[in-house]
């Protein structure tokens, strides 16, 4: 958790705050920047590794994503 999470072209979607499990994949609660363009608060992204999780930083502390910001 804390990790900034950035998509592939990018556009920073927020910070990490929690992890949900659900019953087919954990999905990732992202708390969106103030000044998110779309005016999302926050975000739900599934936990796909290769087709959503492109790459995963901790020394950085940054996820990429494939995915659509307006989403």
Known sequence: ?????????????????????????DVLVIKANLKDAFGIKERLVPFLDGQVIKKV???????????????
Request: charged share 20%; glycine share 12%; proline share 2%.
């Open 1 to 25: 958790m804390g990790c900034q999470v950035v998509t592939t072209e990018g556009y920073s979607l927020g910070k990490v705050i929690d992890m949900m499990e659900t019953g087919s994949n």
């Open 57 to 71: 930083d901790l020394t950085t502390r940054t996820i990429e994503v494939d995915w659509d910001p307006g989403f």
